[in-house]
């Protein structure tokens, strides 16, 4: 590090210590000397028992691969396997029934069910967006993708397409009739509207018409005889019809209907984890300052669009008269949370009184919750005074344990409330999977969230199954028996424990932006299933996938589904090794090919560019979002076909070189970007694609950071050089 002061114990990056001090801690009531010197005494305690959970992840590992090195040669027996977790302190026992106790948990997590961004801070541009995700325009977002069909001449042209719209009016009448029933007539058939006496009355050439539900109708802006917008709701989110005569859609539509805007991303996890890449104090710097500015409400982001310079910044909220006549308001952003690193990683942003880096989630934890000061007496963002932050990674109830341990030390420091942080606990990890209540019990008066992610949690299993054999192929992982068990386990621990109107209970990311249509049909499995908010790609997936809670009253779901079982722990732990590979070469080739690319693909614009989320094409040119958890699975997924002799180093080099030259072409128009295939020894991203690979066992937990980050601090310095 360069450019550093001392504060007690602690060497901190003069730009960090400046940020903290110039800017996060401006407004504060706690002095610069206070923060340092608290920090320094609670990173010193904290840092040794960080360090202790590790270890035993690396001792629990090495239990784990000896025995399945010994067990595994004539098919593993379940019932052995999950004595011999038992004794090591892998599984823990259940210690019996009870509820968390979470207070002062917003309505967007705890009682209204919606979609989920999940959004790189270092991009300001793509944070605002999903902050003012909470409002979408149903017009846009079906005018704009495949769910309107190209059919009958309504394609997606240069100019407006009258058939395309035509389609996408009837589309949100239909939803209308279907979320906000008419007593005596179809949406179709309205021609006006007016609210007389707090009712609302809708009109049609031949009479006049209301809601079958009149609770259904909140309110309206402008003239109550000739109202500029009605707000209706259905399960908890808001509809607003705008209307306007002069509108570009609304002069020629029989009620003026401009728009249909629907409540879409209640909440959005803006993240410090997977999706970005930061790797030293330069890179946290921008990650916190646009943190505390989102708290501050002074977030701004400047872009090009049509050749004009365009300025984005936080929605204000919506106003409007109530049904009752008072004045109301309703919140114009996403409630957001911030997502923090998980315990393993260090970062040389602060070094320790031992010279040591301090641990990344420690700082994080430090810093993302002073930045968030700011909110605690605005309230912009909790009106509860909570700050909300998602922990992931976490290994079993002893990592949770510790998290919390961490949040009290901050509390302490900042002069908050007892358990003002709440808790995200991210199901991703196997041994948070099968100890998921005992999870919860340890943050059971923060935790306000849990979810599931299949590409995380499929690395985790491929790491710790490594030795059990050779891996199904990738494509086949989600009709393996621990799959659908582990997302079932998820929400039946999490009703267990009195979730249901109180906590979030999650499901993970459709990963296909272009393919919406795919995502209407599939994506309703999540509410089905429980789940309260899933994770979406975009702020128009976000208004599509509202659609989906429309249909679904998962309150109604969750009564349904508490107290059923409907999965084993047996079922979680069985290991999706495939019982007699007989793969063609062709067969195997593919694989390799898919996964290459994959890797590739995202590690060059990590290393090179320092993207750490992005639209990634596959090998069939889809475009998927990606981030570390996808590079996880597939570098794990190589690793392991590796070590049982599925292939050889010589066909997997081979391979990943052919798929660079893939990658260089799907990135042919990127001034920005830096070919692989015309470099191999001298490409930094090449080489770090390659160890994820052939360095994948030895990686702890299969995770990608250790190599990433080293290869992008080389990056760096290659550049600085320069």
């Not at 042209?157 to 009258?162: D, G, L, V």
């Not at 908010?533 to 998962?554: E, N, R």
């Not at 080099?653 to 001298?682: H, L």
Request: glycine letters at 6%; charged letters at 20%.
């Amino acid at each position: 590090m360069t450019n550093v002061t001392t504060h007690g114990g602690l060497t901190v990056a003069q730009d960090l210590y400046d940020l903290v001090n110039d800017e996060i801690l401006a407004n504060s009531a706690i002095s610069a000397d206070q923060f340092w010197s608290g920090f320094d005494r609670a990173v010193h305690k904290l840092a040794p028992k960080n360090l202790d959970l590790l270890q035993n992840r690396t001792k629990l590992q090495k239990q784990i691969d000896e025995w399945l090195q010994s067990n595994s040669a004539s098919g593993i027996d379940a019932d052995a396997y999950e004595a011999f977790l038992s004794d090591i302190g892998y599984l823990h026992d259940d210690a019996g029934d009870f509820n968390i106790e979470t207070s002062n948990v917003d309505p967007e997590i705890a009682t209204i069910a919606g979609p989920q961004l999940v959004v790189p801070i270092t991009n300001a541009r793509y944070a605002l967006n999903a902050a003012n995700a909470r409002w979408g325009s149903l017009y846009d977002a079906l005018y704009g993708t495949d769910v309107i069909s190209d059919e009958g001449g309504a394609g997606r042209t240069s100019s407006y397409n009258s058939v395309r719209g035509a389609k996408v009016i009837a589309f949100a009448r239909n939803l209308l009739d279907q979320s906000m029933p008419l007593a005596a007539a179809s949406w179709t058939e309205v021609c006006g509207f007016a609210v007389t006496d707090g009712v609302l009355e809708i009109k049609t050439s031949s009479t006049v018409t209301s809601l079958i539900d009149s609770s259904q109708f909140v309110g309206h802006t402008g003239p109550t005889d000739v109202p500029h917008s009605i707000i209706m709701k259905k399960n908890g989110l808001h509809v607003e019809i705008i209307i306007d005569e002069n509108g570009t859609i609304g002069r020629g539509d029989t009620a003026h209907i401009n728009d249909v805007i629907l409540e879409s991303a209640l909440t959005s996890i803006i993240d410090l984890e997977d999706s970005i890449a930061a790797v030293d104090a330069e890179d946290k710097v921008l990650a916190y300052r646009n943190w505390h500015q989102i708290m501050c409400g002074t977030l701004t982001a400047e872009f090009n669009k049509n050749g004009k310079t365009m300025t984005r910044v936080l929605n204000a909220d919506k106003h409007y008269v109530s049904a009752d006549g008072s004045k109301s308001i309703l919140r114009g952003r996403a409630l957001m949370l911030v997502r923090n690193v998980g315990h393993l990683m260090t970062n040389p942003a602060v070094l320790l009184s031992d010279g040591s880096e301090i641990p990344e989630g420690i700082l994080d934890a430090f810093i993302s919750v002073a930045a968030a000061l700011p909110d605690m007496s605005s309230k912009m963002n909790s009106p509860a005074g909570s700050i909300y932050v998602v922990k992931p990674k976490m290994h079993g109830p002893e990592e949770v344990a510790f998290t919390v341990e961490i949040f009290d030390m901050v509390e302490q420091l900042l002069n908050l409330p007892a358990n003002t942080i709440k808790i995200g606990i991210m199901d991703e990890e196997r041994r948070t999977t099968v100890n998921l209540k005992e999870c919860i019990r340890a943050a059971k008066s923060r935790v306000a969230f849990i979810n599931t992610g299949f590409l995380d949690r499929t690395g985790d299993e491929i790491h710790t199954s490594m030795y059990a054999g050779a891996m199904i192929r990738k494509g086949d992982m989600k009709a393996a028996t621990w799959i659908s068990a582990y997302e079932d386990w998820n929400v039946d621990v999490g009703l267990a424990c009195g979730f249901s109107g109180k906590a979030q209970i999650g499901k993970g990311m459709w990963a296909m932006p272009d393919m919406m249509s795919d995502m209407m049909a599939q994506k309703i499995a999540h509410p089905k299933a429980g789940a309260n908010c899933a994770w979406v790609p975009s702020p128009t997936a976000a208004t599509l996938h509202a659609l989906h809670y429309h249909k679904i009253d998962v309150t109604k779901q969750q009564a349904e589904l508490t107290g059923k079982a409907r999965a084993s722990r047996s079922d979680i732990l069985a290991i999706p090794v495939a019982s007699r590979p007989n793969w063609s070469t062709q067969d195997i080739r593919s694989e390799l090919r898919n996964n290459a690319q994959g890797i590739l693909g995202y590690v060059v614009r990590w290393i090179d560019q320092g993207i750490g989320c992005s639209k990634v094409p596959d090998i069939h040119d889809v475009g998927l979002m990606e981030d570390r958890a996808t590079l996880r699975i597939s570098s794990q997924h190589i690793a392991n076909w590796l070590h049982h002799n599925i292939c050889d180093a010589d066909i997997v080099m081979e391979v990943m070189m052919e798929m660079a030259a893939v990658v260089d072409k799907q990135n042919a128009d990127d001034p920005a970007y830096t070919p692989m295939a015309n470099n191999f020894e001298g490409s930094v991203a090449f080489q770090a694609a390659c160890d994820l690979v052939f360095k994948g066992i030895e990686q702890p937990s299969g995770y990608t950071e250790p190599i990433l980050h080293a290869r992008r601090l080389e990056k760096k310095m290659k550049e600085r050089a320069a």
